[in-house]
């Protein structure tokens, strides 16, 4: 099947989409023109606002992405309201706990560091109010909120080469710094591993109760391949770039993501939330625009992938437009 284009109406990216008291709302990035030249540290994605959208039941009151009216709730929260945030607000997503909507989202800090920050909301349609500082120990990008139904807990899953900074860090700590990053002809990032060695894993903790901070020091998630053997930085097709994704489904957890240069989405399964995860198989061929990003979520009992694409803006990578189809 087709997959359905979400909002034509405007630019929007990296959807993470849940049902919250039988609503479907999707929390996406804000693409906007800013003239500001492509490079491969994402300069060029230049985000100053979030929205939420929802996708309406229909007559019957089903909820179908494919079909259902879609409208935008507005504005969630602004750059201008995170005190800690200078710049690139990029992707997000939003959790329930109690009653109450916790939206979690990377965003650059005065030294163009990024962290992930929390915003907090009385309704998944907000307005959030963030928080005055970052979650402390938080680095790099794109959290994942999990719902974890074995433990009842809240995971973060995050993290992302290159722009995302996640190369600049071991065992949570920077140990690289910000000129080390791109090489003097701004082509490529250094500072991964090398091709043989284990490829930079996403990071994976469980959340505090109050859902704003790390109730856990970040630990790898470990992606295996077909031998057992943790994936190696120079498997570019199957290894970890952005895009962490969680879900759980016939007993297994189920961890999707972006292979970023190589433009995949892929797939890996555990029995454990922590892993290790062995690698199954690509879920998504490359997209026009140079990113892919998604969200694997369940909506009245049929599975989605939400994704983006950058065609409607003629391949102009940095304005990237929602997609949805089902999946198999
Ligand atoms: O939207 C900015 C960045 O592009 C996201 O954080 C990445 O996952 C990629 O989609």
């Not at 907000?126 to 005055?132: D, L, N, S, V």
């Not at 049929?302 to 003629?314: E, I, Q, T, V």
């Amino acid at each position: 099947m087709e997959a359905r284009y979400l909002w034509p109406e405007d630019y929007m990216a990296d959807p993470s989409a849940h049902v919250f008291g039988g609503r479907l709302f999707i929390y996406p990035s804000h693409d906007r023109e800013s003239g500001i030249p492509e490079r491969d540290n994402g300069d060029h994605f230049d985000m100053v606002d979030y929205h939420a959208l929802e996708v309406l039941p229909d007559a019957a009151g089903r909820l179908d992405p494919m079909t259902g009216k879609v409208v935008d709730r507005g504005v969630i929260l602004r750059l201008e309201d995170v005190p800690w945030a200078k710049r690139q607000l990029w992707d997000s997503d939003v959790a329930e706990r109690n009653g109450r909507y916790y939206l979690v989202f990377s965003a650059k800090d005065a030294s163009d560091v990024f962290h992930l920050g929390v915003a907090v909301a009385d309704r998944p349609e907000g307005p959030f109010t963030a928080e005055k500082e970052p979650i402390a120990g938080s680095y790099s990008i794109d959290p994942c909120l999990f719902d974890d139904p074995k433990s009842g807990e809240c995971f973060i899953a995050f993290g992302g080469l290159w722009g995302g900074q996640l190369q600049r860090y071991r065992d949570n700590a920077a140990v690289h710094s910000a000129e080390e990053d791109t090489l003097p002809d701004g082509t490529r990032c250094a500072l991964e591993p090398q091709d043989g060695e284990p490829a930079l894993w996403p990071k994976i903790a469980r959340m505090s109760a109050d859902m704003k901070s790390f109730a856990e020091a970040p630990r790898d998630l470990v992606i295996l391949d077909e031998n057992g053997e943790p994936l190696k930085a120079g498997d570019h097709a199957r290894r970890f770039f952005e895009a962490s994704w969680l879900h759980f489904k016939d007993g297994l957890y189920h961890f999707t993501y972006s292979t970023g240069d190589t433009h995949f989405i892929c797939e890996a399964v555990s029995e454990s939330v922590y892993g290790p995860y062995r690698y199954t198989r690509r879920l998504l061929e490359p997209q026009v625009g140079w990113t892919t990003h998604h969200c694997v979520s369940e909506v009245d009992g049929r599975w989605w992938l939400f994704h983006h694409d950058s065609a409607p803006s003629g391949g102009r990578t940095w304005l990237r437009s929602l997609k949805v189809k089902p999946l198999e």
